[in-house]
């Protein structure tokens, strides 16, 4: 069994199914998750930049303090639904609060922008989902946050005197910038909040803000990281070791997303070394990672290093054309101009891997930073006309 979230000491998950997207035929898994701590505990949280946010992004952005677990519903995001949207974003959380008989939840949702909640399905599937407290395990509450994806996303690593696990969900409008995309998270170590918001804005910076599928930010994309303290302290000292583990989990669950990306066949793995600075690193891999035309080319392994080369440029980050070195796959491509290479190598490289290693040097400094992506498809155009049928 594959390890998540509900693993971690300290946790409870329930689902159950409430048929809260419209469709034709009923779905074969859950779509309503709660995830329960055995006492409050403290809680940090990064949020979508997307000026329009849905109602539970903006209820869950008010709790403050300590809370007791999540609340999460799949099949419909609940945003765009103006007051009647906040008032069903409240009542999820305090009806989980009631059933439960413990302190305040966390609240997302994720799916169909715009229409209004079936609140009466909700209701019943809380309540069901409340007494089955404790039986979901492994990839079952991962799966009751799925949208679109492929599979259920999890990840879990056992460190010396605590564990963290982690679930996630997305394939689609996924560009973070903190996609649709959820992630809960917890760990049983012992931090103060402070320490666990500083860990989580972290090792976001280098996992869920390091990816795109297709550039589209949505308006539901959260972060949630709990810390039941059941296990060890971690002060400043242990900080370091601590971080580095939850970007571990992080790192995971983001490439799964990636991976799952609406039709996606590949994934490409953009390194931008040698930078000036780690912003310009950044941008530069972001710019590359978020191109068309460089995703299209992924797509037909055609090793077009002048698209690449052409997207670092447009990041405008100050890249020197006569400076830079670009390899697929180990291959030199450029060197400050077109090398020697045989192309039909670095086709047959692209067309037997499914993660593609793409290394940019801007020879301008020490800095680095490495962005995912993966490539665009017919399917990704098929897969989200049909979205909302």
Same mark, same amino acid.
């Given at each position: /069994?594959?390890?998540?979230?509900?693993?971690?000491?300290?946790?409870?998950?329930?689902?159950?199914?409430?048929?809260?997207?419209?469709?034709?035929?009923?779905?074969?898994?859950?779509?309503?998750?709660?995830?329960?701590?055995?006492?409050?505990?403290?809680?940090?949280?990064?949020?979508?930049?997307?000026?329009?946010?849905?109602? =539970?992004?903006?209820?869950?952005?008010?709790?403050?303090?300590?809370?007791?677990?999540?609340?999460?519903?799949?099949?419909?995001?609940?945003?765009?639904?103006?007051?009647?949207?906040?008032?069903?974003? #409240?009542?999820?959380?305090?009806?989980?609060?009631?059933?439960?008989? &413990?302190?305040?939840?966390?609240?997302?949702?994720?799916?169909?922008?715009?229409?209004?909640?079936?609140?009466?399905?909700?209701?019943?599937?809380?309540?069901?989902?409340?007494?089955?407290?404790?039986?979901?395990?492994?990839?079952? =509450?991962?799966?009751?946050?799925?949208?679109?994806?492929?599979?259920?996303?999890? *990840?879990?690593?056992?460190?010396?005197? %605590?564990?963290?696990?982690?679930?996630?969900?997305?394939?689609?409008?996924?560009?973070? !910038?903190?996609?649709?995309?959820?992630?809960?998270? !917890?760990?049983?170590?012992?931090?103060?909040?402070?320490?666990?918001?500083?860990?989580?804005?972290?090792?976001?910076?280098?996992?869920?803000?390091?990816?795109?599928?297709?550039?589209?930010?949505?308006?539901?994309?959260?972060?949630?990281?709990?810390?039941?303290?059941?296990?060890?302290? #971690?002060?400043?000292?242990? %900080?370091?070791?601590?971080?580095?583990?939850?970007?571990?989990? /992080?790192?995971?669950?983001?490439?799964?997303?990636?991976?799952?990306?609406?039709?996606?066949?590949?994934?490409?793995?953009?390194?931008?070394?040698?930078?000036?600075?780690?912003?310009?690193?950044?941008?530069?891999? &972001?710019?590359? *990672?978020?191109?068309?035309?460089?995703?299209?080319?992924?797509?037909?392994?055609?090793?077009?290093?002048?698209?690449?080369?052409?997207?670092?440029?447009?990041?405008?980050?100050?890249?020197?054309?006569?400076? /830079?070195?670009?390899?697929?796959?180990?291959?030199?491509?450029?060197?400050?101009?077109?090398?020697?290479?045989?192309?039909?190598?670095?086709?047959?490289? /692209?067309?037997?891997?499914?993660?593609?290693? #793409?290394?940019?040097?801007?020879?301008?400094?020490?800095?680095?930073?490495? %962005?995912?992506?993966?490539?665009?498809?017919?399917?990704?155009?098929?897969?989200?006309?049909?979205?909302?049928?």
């Amino acid at each position: /069994m594959k390890k998540g979230i509900a693993e971690v000491p300290g946790i409870e998950c329930g689902v159950a199914f409430g048929g809260i997207k419209k469709t034709e035929k009923k779905l074969n898994r859950p779509d309503l998750l709660v995830v329960a701590t055995k006492e409050p505990c403290p809680f940090a949280a990064v949020y979508t930049t997307n000026d329009v946010k849905a109602a =539970p992004i903006k209820v869950s952005m008010e709790v403050k303090g300590k809370v007791s677990g999540i609340v999460a519903n799949s099949g419909n995001a609940n945003a765009c639904t103006g007051e009647r949207g906040i008032a069903d974003a #409240i009542e999820m959380a305090k009806l989980t609060s009631q059933l439960t008989g &413990r302190g305040r939840f966390l609240v997302a949702s994720t799916g169909v922008i715009g229409e209004p909640l079936p609140m009466e399905r909700v209701r019943k599937a809380i309540a069901e989902a409340v007494k089955n407290l404790g039986k979901a395990k492994g990839e079952e =509450p991962a799966r009751a946050i799925m949208t679109t994806d492929t599979f259920p996303k999890t *990840a879990f690593k056992e460190a010396e005197g %605590y564990a963290i696990g982690g679930i996630a969900k997305g394939a689609g409008m996924i560009d973070p !910038a903190m996609a649709t995309m959820l992630a809960f998270i !917890a760990t049983d170590a012992k931090l103060e909040p402070e320490l666990l918001e500083e860990a989580l804005k972290e090792a976001n910076e280098e996992s869920f803000n390091a990816i795109t599928v297709d550039g589209d930010m949505s308006t539901n994309d959260c972060v949630f990281l709990l810390s039941t303290g059941l296990g060890r302290e #971690i002060g400043r000292n242990e %900080y370091g070791e601590f971080v580095e583990n939850l970007k571990e989990v /992080m790192k995971n669950l983001a490439y799964q997303i990636v991976k799952d990306g609406e039709g996606a066949t590949k994934v490409a793995r953009i390194k931008v070394i040698g930078a000036k600075t780690r912003e310009q690193a950044r941008e530069v891999a &972001r710019k590359i *990672a978020l191109s068309p035309l460089v995703k299209t080319a992924l797509f037909g392994c055609d090793p077009n290093w002048g698209r690449i080369v052409a997207a670092a440029g447009a990041a405008r980050m100050g890249v020197i054309e006569e400076k /830079m070195e670009l390899k697929i796959g180990g291959y030199l491509l450029f060197k400050g101009g077109k090398v020697d290479y045989r192309e039909e190598e670095v086709a047959k490289y /692209m067309k037997e891997n499914d993660e593609v290693e #793409i290394e940019l040097n801007l020879n301008l400094g020490k800095e680095s930073f490495t %962005y995912l992506t993966c490539d665009l498809t017919y399917d990704y155009v098929r897969i989200n006309a049909e979205y909302r049928t």
